[in-house]
């Protein structure tokens, strides 16, 4: 499985982005898509996934109401849509995928992409 992680970039605080995250190689059509994101001198730290069924989805309480997962299964796509940025969600994003329930823990994914960087400026 590769997975091919575009859309951030520079944004204004308020602002908006929306992640994409591009499957290929697949094999399972099961699983879970995860986003990921590490600030600089931070712990990786769980954003959203969503099941590959599209039937569930999870968020960090920090994204709630703000962040929306989601995913188009016939392009192989999850997107994340990030609505009234926060400086503090600067950090570069990543998306992990599983063949296997969501998981809030970095580790339970097996593939990754690799990386976009997200910066909001105050």
């Known amino acids: 499985v590769q997975l091919q992680a575009s859309g951030g970039g520079l944004v204004q605080a308020g602002g908006s982005l929306r992640l994409s995250c591009a499957a290929s190689g697949r094999t399972f059509s099961t699983g879970s898509l995860g986003w990921f994101r590490q600030a600089p001198g931070k712990e990786r730290e769980f954003v959203a996934a969503?099941?590959?069924?599209?039937?569930?989805?999870y968020y960090e309480d920090f994204v709630k109401g703000r962040f929306t997962i989601s995913r188009d299964n016939a392009k192989d796509t999850v997107y994340l849509q990030m609505n009234s940025l926060k400086p503090e969600d600067t950090a570069v994003y990543y998306c992990a995928d599983r063949n296997g329930p969501y998981g809030a823990n970095w580790s339970f994914y097996d593939y990754w992409g690799q990386g976009t960087q997200v910066t909001v400026s105050s």
């Open positions: 969503i099941t590959w069924s599209g039937l569930s989805t």
